[in-house]
């Protein structure tokens, strides 16, 4: 099942909404807005959103549309793909790194658009479940690969901050397709390349 991933990149970044926003939550709180340490609060959340939440505004499979024809059909894995992302729950971020494998066809792309790839589905609101399988569906419909291989681990501040408060527990997330899905000697040569074999 494919994860419907929203494209849309001719979202409006509503900076001045956000900053009233921010400071009704202070009022909220019971802060005063207007202290000095304060003033300044909303424009710079405002200003951080529109970085944390950049993936809105990309489209992240034309990340992928520059690739070479080099023949190739081993796989290709791009791993310790560091991300940050906002538990869409909460608000709060979660952390962590990506796996990421494929098996081409022939068409290979620049292990920097995956890197790329992870960023821009991270920067949005999300799901660690959500997030593994997106990576995992763009890149199989945008190469056509044999199959595909994300394997992510994150720590999230909802859990580690707050409510049940237990620091260092990461949680793992893998998404398969193709080969790897239907192979199991493929998928066991992915995880243990990736270090997450027998954890």
């Known amino acids: 099942m494919t994860l419907e991933l ?10 001045a909404r956000l900053e009233d926003a921010v400071r009704e939550m202070l009022l909220a ?12 609060t909303p424009r710079r959340i405002a200003e951080a959103y529109a970085e944390v939440f950049a993936g809105m505004r990309t489209d992240p499979a034309s990340l992928l549309r ?11 894995i791009l791993r310790d793909i560091p991300f940050f992302s906002m538990c869409e729950h909460h608000l709060l971020p979660f952390h962590g790194s990506a796996h990421v494998a494929y098996v081409p066809r022939g068409r290979v792309v620049g ?14 609101p999300q ?4 997030l593994t399988s997106q990576v995992a569906d763009t890149l199989m419909d945008a190469l056509e690969p ?19 408060k237990k620091p260092g527990s990461r949680m793992v997330t893998s998404a398969m397709r193709g080969t790897f899905q239907s192979q199991p000697e493929t998928r066991t040569e992915f995880l243990a390349l990736v270090g997450q074999q027998g954890r």
Not at 7 to 12: E, L, N
Not at 30 to 36: L, S, V
Not at 111 to 124: C, E, F, G, P
Request: hydrophobic content about 40%.
């Open 146 to 164: 044999d199959g595909v291989a994300v394997a992510v681990q994150a720590e999230h501040l909802c859990m580690t901050m707050r409510g049940i």
């Open 6 to 15: 929203d494209t849309t990149t001719d979202f409006t970044f509503d900076s």
């Open 29 to 40: 709180i019971g802060e005063d807005p207007d202290r000095e340490g304060l003033r300044d």
């Open 111 to 124: 292990i920097s658009k995956i890197a790329r790839l992870v960023d821009a589905v991270a920067r949005r």
């Open 66 to 76: 520059v690739g070479f024809e080099e023949g190739h059909d081993e796989m290709v």
């Open 127 to 130: 799901l660690q479940e959500r």
